[in-house]
């Protein structure tokens, strides 16, 4: 069972965070964070999203139930 978990281990260490590790050594802090600047762009992209979703299904509820 332990040789599962060192697998996840050598994944993320070895090969997911390859990239993260070459941003580490970037004295710009704008390279350093654009992966950040954009996951964050994409979470209110996604809220927008939901709350128009809401917005619809809340007028179809109310002219359903008029």
């Known amino acids: 069972m332990?040789?599962?978990?060192?697998g996840i281990q050598s994944l993320f260490e070895d090969?997911?965070?390859?990239?993260?590790?070459a941003l580490r050594f970037l004295?710009?802090?704008w390279l350093s964070n654009i992966i950040n600047l954009i996951f964050i762009t994409i979470g209110f992209v996604a809220f927008f999203y939901w709350m128009r979703q809401?917005?619809?299904f809340s007028e179809n509820e109310k002219t359903q139930s008029a």
Do not use: A, G, Q
Request: aromatic share 28%; glycine share 0%.
């Open 15 to 21: 090969v997911l965070f390859v990239p993260l590790n």
């Open 2 to 6: 332990s040789e599962f978990f060192y």
């Open 54 to 56: 809401m917005k619809i």
């Open 27 to 29: 004295d710009s802090w």
